[in-house]
């Protein structure tokens, strides 16, 4: 769901921060996930995500195309294409730096997408989203913070994690 919350008052951002989220939002899809990879550590002060709307809207539009174009319900029957799972991986892994390091996370509002995601098969994928999942959870208390998985996920997904205990833990991989 895109957000369209707007700040009582804009969050100052440092120059090239504000350039790389420029570019981010402008980046043709094919060229983006490199992009993202770029920035696998976060080198700024604590940031806020009022100022990252713009690239969260961006991600949700990616998130939403790949989860509508590839098979996920009840569980994943095709494989990503090369490349919307590379792009996946990237948008994922520079969400996750993005809540680890920025202020208002209450923003982030994908989650439905990510639901859907987590009937994937890819362990990549998967171990992506769950290190997501974990950040949101974090943060959330438990009387008033809402879950981010659906009961079908979450059912769904411990059959999967108990079906390869079964197996043993190197069936997972």
Not at 13 to 40: F, M, Q, W, Y
Not at 111 to 126: F, G
Not at 131 to 151: F, K
Request: charged letters at 25%; proline letters at 6%.
């Amino acid at each position: 769901m895109k957000i369209t919350k707007v700040p009582k008052r804009k969050p100052e951002v440092p120059e090239d921060l504000a350039a790389l989220g420029a570019r981010i939002v402008e980046e043709p899809e094919s060229s983006l996930a490199s992009l993202l990879r770029s920035v696998d550590q976060w080198a700024w002060p604590r940031g806020d995500l009022y100022a990252w709307i713009p690239v969260l809207n961006r991600f949700d539009d990616i998130l939403a195309r790949i989860c509508h174009t590839t098979p996920l319900k009840p569980v994943q029957k095709e494989p990503f294409g090369a490349h919307d799972r590379e792009l996946l991986l990237a948008v994922l892994s520079f969400t996750r730096l993005l809540l680890e390091n920025c202020l208002n996370r209450k923003l982030y509002s994908s989650y439905e997408y990510i639901d859907m995601l987590l009937a994937t098969e890819d362990a990549d994928v998967l171990e992506q989203l769950l290190y997501l999942v974990l950040r949101s959870a974090q943060q959330r208390s438990p009387p008033t913070g809402s879950t981010c998985l659906s009961a079908t996920s979450a059912c769904v997904f411990s059959r999967r994690c108990g079906h390869h205990a079964k197996q043993g833990w190197n069936s997972w991989m």
